[in-house]
């Protein structure tokens, strides 16, 4: 038994996207695989990512990562988020990477006996997890002197990078190089996101590797005139058609009938709504793609469903077709989340777990 829903998940294009990301850059990626792999399944894109080579990767959770090592993933795994001190011994029995990202996780990581793998966050202008960099100093310090703490790496998060021209980019980066004059000989560094492959290669050049998330998946969206490379949409979203009816010019369609048919016509119902991760905001202003062709989604997205209507020249549909949310044959995720007045991050990492995640290769 399936749901009707499936995310069909492009191996070749992760893969390929991986290639484009590492010749990119000249630097080892560390692979981004929180919130289910950006919604396209976690384990089977860290495993294909393991298989092509990766042995870096990183979450968002303590959770998260203890998942990805009970699956059998044996690479090195950074937790980014802020976890609670009594957490400590649980990142140390799984072999987990621990950032020290606030002032009061560093004092509970310095009091410590239980041996810890950590790396050193600094906030250069994100403004959101980090210590301030005129700490950097002390902090370098009272980590090494701890026996049971072992500094993996120092690291900061550009808040801009995607977009060319910023000065927060510019100010971060002089921040960032004065933090990376004060650290020990051989001591890693990163900064670059995939914004810093494509956008402002100025980031990458101060950073020893990086950290691929949005670019795997194929769906950076840069501004401008920024090219991305050549990278390949992962995930194409498909459902079925469960029912084709006639419909008169004039009928009202959906929840509180907000959408009226503008002529004689069908109305096709698709099993997919916005529990599948179809955005509700999509309503009578989305399309899906059927044999090729589009047809807008008529009325409110439901929970479960949605409908979509053909004009009466349009090519036949039939129940069982197979239709495209997004992707191959439909409209892109980029698409979709202009639609949707959000981001393609928002769109996929939306897809609920009752949705198949069906891996090609």
């Known amino acids: 038994m399936h749901s009707p829903t499936r995310a069909i998940i492009d191996l070749p294009a992760l893969r390929h996207n991986l290639s484009l990301i590492e010749r990119g850059s000249g630097l080892p990626v560390m692979a981004v695989v ?10 089977g894109i860290s495993s294909a990512l393991a298989d092509a080579g990766v042995k870096r990767f ?5 959770p998260e990562a203890i998942a990805l090592r009970e699956s059998g993933l044996s690479q090195r795994i950074q937790v980014f988020g802020a976890p609670r ?13 621990l950032t020290i990202s606030t002032t009061q996780l560093l004092e509970a990581c310095l009091q410590t006996r239980v041996p810890l793998a950590v790396q050193l966050q600094l906030d250069t202008g994100m403004v959101r997890l980090g210590l301030p960099p005129e700490e950097t100093r002390t902090a370098l310090e009272r980590i090494t002197e701890v026996p049971a703490l072992t500094l993996t790496g120092v690291f900061t998060h550009f808040a801009s990078a995607d977009l060319a021209g910023k000065r927060q980019t510019t100010e971060q980066l002089a921040v960032w190089r004065e933090i990376r004059a004060q650290l020990p000989p051989g001591m ?26 949005i670019g795997l998946y194929g769906l950076y969206d840069p501004s401008g005139d920024v090219p991305d490379g050549g990278l390949r949409p992962v995930m194409r979203l498909v459902s079925r058609v469960v ?11 959906s929840y509180g009938g907000r959408w009226t048919a503008p002529e004689n016509g069908r109305i096709i119902t698709v099993a997919c709504g916005y529990a599948d991760g179809l955005p509700r905001s999509l309503s009578s202003r989305g399309q899906v793609g059927i044999g090729g062709t589009l047809y807008p989604i008529a009325g409110t ?3 479960d469903m949605c409908m979509a209507f053909a004009p009466p020249n349009s090519p036949g ?3 069982d077709d197979e239709v495209t ?7 892109s995720v980029l698409e979709v989340a202009r639609l949707a007045g959000t981001i393609p991050y928002e769109i996929v990492c939306g897809v609920s777990q009752r949705v198949a995640r069906v891996f090609t290769d």
Not at 325 to 331: A, F, K, R, Y
């Open 243 to 253: 029912r084709v009816e006639a419909i008169r010019r004039g009928t009202p369609v």
């Open 188 to 213: 890693e560094a990163h900064a670059s996101a995939t914004g810093g492959v494509f956008t402002t290669p100025a980031v990458k050049g101060m950073s020893d590797l990086v950290r691929a998330g």
């Open 301 to 303: 997205v439901c929970m």
């Open 85 to 97: 001190a009594d957490e400590l011994e649980a990142f140390s029995r799984h072999g987990l990477e």
């Open 317 to 319: 549909v039939r129940v």
């Open 325 to 331: 949310l997004w992707g191959t044959g439909g409209p």
């Open 34 to 43: 929180k919130a289910n792999a950006y919604g396209h399944g976690v384990e």
């Open 58 to 62: 990183a979450v968002a959770t303590l």
